[in-house]
T-cell receptor
């Protein structure tokens, strides 16, 4: 079955630094990928929709200059948390849409801790 | 924005018992999906039910959908300790690939 690989699984960084999270579709071409954020014991909140070759569409309240999304190829989307602060600590999950199959396929998530 | 609301928020049952989780939503949908999430992990798709379907089965899972009440239920029969996880419903609107997730139900199955 389709697999989405997300890397890294967890990362600890210092406040003020930037962190890049990768989301790859391993056996299908994903024209659309989604980035979610999940706080402890809460649901997934959609941050942005990433379309290959075009700018990402951000949800209301999500700072596009802070959460940079790049979808440069049909198999890779990246989320960069710039100038991270402790309040950015969260679980970030990507999902990818396989045009030939539904439903969406999810990565295993990245636990970000900003100290 | 969040649309689905699950209840209960948490559920603890003995192994072998059935677990029922409910989900309500607010706007019209194309389909509703249920996902499972083990602690600190990604989501695993369980089942999808389309807006014109009323009931669907997959192994020990049974999902119902009542579009008039904008609600769905997930029944896990003969639960196992390995079913311990959080379960989320997610709705998908017509013409959209986005999923809107509910708050989830944390299920604990006690051996």
């Amino acid at each position: 079955g389709a697999v989405v690989s997300q890397h890294p699984s967890w990362v600890i960084c210092k406040s003020g630094t930037s962190v890049k999270i990768e989301c790859r579709s391993l056996d299908f071409q994903a024209t659309t990928m989604f980035w979610y954020r999940q706080f402890p014991k809460q649901s997934l909140m959609l941050m942005a929709t990433s379309n290959e070759g075009s700018k990402a569409t951000y949800e209301q309240g999500v700072e596009k200059d802070k959460f940079l999304i790049n979808h440069a190829s049909l198999t890779l989307s990246t989320l960069t948390v710039t100038s991270a602060h402790p309040e950015d600590s969260s679980f970030y999950i990507c999902s990818a849409r396989d045009p030939l199959n539904s439903p969406l396929h999810f990565g295993n998530g990245t636990r970000l801790t900003v100290t | 924005s969040q649309q689905g609301e699950e209840d209960p928020q948490a559920l603890s049952i003995q192994e072998g018992e059935n677990a029922t989780m409910n989900c309500s939503y607010k706007t019209s949908i194309n389909n509703l999906q249920w996902y499972r999430q083990n602690s600190g992990r990604g989501l695993v798709h369980l089942i999808l039910i389309r807006s014109n379907e009323r009931e669907k089965h997959s192994g020990r899972l049974r999902v119902t959908l009542d579009t008039s009440k904008k609600s769905s239920s997930l029944l896990i029969t003969a639960s196992r300790a390995a079913d311990t996880a959080s379960y989320f419903c997610a709705t998908q609107g017509a013409g959209s690939y986005q999923l809107t997730f509910g708050k989830g139900t944390k299920l604990s199955v006690i051996p």
